[in-house]
């Protein structure tokens, strides 16, 4: 053990790597601006279209032989992203005083994804998911991600 490290239980490292995937995609305009001199010109309001990418993973397929319906996962990444389109960011209380970068919002919509698994709008046996990784595109050479488990109360 690493100080300073969290100790990582092999089990769900190995849920977190290996299995089967399914992934849908979808896109959002948005509007917003940064705070801190790191951004540059993005502290100008300036707008982004993003490709969204959700991918579902898990080690074993589901007793359908899926690891999530393709049309609910298209609908809750769509559900997910609805709060967002067309909208400036920085003028939604949700995200007061925070700096919407695209690594921020690959980890909302990833806590927005694994909500919609609870509620059960993701099919009866997608509790079983290991892990849901949600990735913005800003353009063909850039983007970002989060990838975390699926842990439903």
């Given at each position: 053990?690493?100080?300073?490290?969290?100790?990582?239980?092999?089990?769900?490292?190995?849920?977190?790597?290996?299995?089967?995937?399914?992934?849908?995609?979808?896109?959002?305009?948005?509007?917003?601006?940064?705070?801190?001199?790191?951004?540059g010109?993005?502290?100008r309001?300036?707008?982004?279209?993003?490709?969204?990418?959700?991918?579902?993973?898990?080690?074993?397929?589901?007793?359908?032989?899926?690891?999530?319906?393709?049309?609910?996962?298209h609908?809750?990444?769509?559900?997910?992203?609805?709060?967002?389109?067309?909208r400036?960011?920085?003028?939604?209380?949700?995200?007061?005083?925070?700096?919407?970068?695209?690594?921020?919002?690959?980890?909302?919509?990833?806590g927005?994804?694994?909500?919609?698994?609870?509620?059960?709008?993701?099919?009866?046996?997608a509790?079983?998911?290991?892990?849901?990784?949600?990735?913005?595109?800003?353009?063909?050479?850039?983007?970002?991600?989060?990838?975390?488990?699926?842990v439903?109360?």
């Open positions: 053990m690493v100080e300073g490290l969290p100790v990582v239980d092999s089990r769900e490292h190995v849920a977190m790597t290996s299995g089967y995937t399914v992934s849908v995609t979808d896109r959002v305009m948005i509007a917003h601006s940064f705070r801190g001199e790191v951004f010109p993005a502290q309001m300036h707008g982004a279209t993003y490709v969204v990418a959700a991918t579902f993973g898990r080690t074993g397929l589901d007793p359908d032989g899926l690891v999530v319906d393709i049309g609910l996962a609908e809750a990444l769509s559900a997910a992203l609805e709060p967002l389109r067309y400036n960011l920085d003028e939604l209380e949700c995200f007061a005083g925070v700096n919407t970068t695209t690594e921020f919002l690959a980890g909302w919509l990833h927005r994804l694994v909500e919609a698994v609870g509620a059960g709008e993701l099919g009866p046996h509790g079983g998911l290991a892990f849901i990784e949600v990735k913005l595109h800003e353009s063909d050479v850039a983007w970002a991600a989060y990838r975390g488990p699926v439903v109360g």
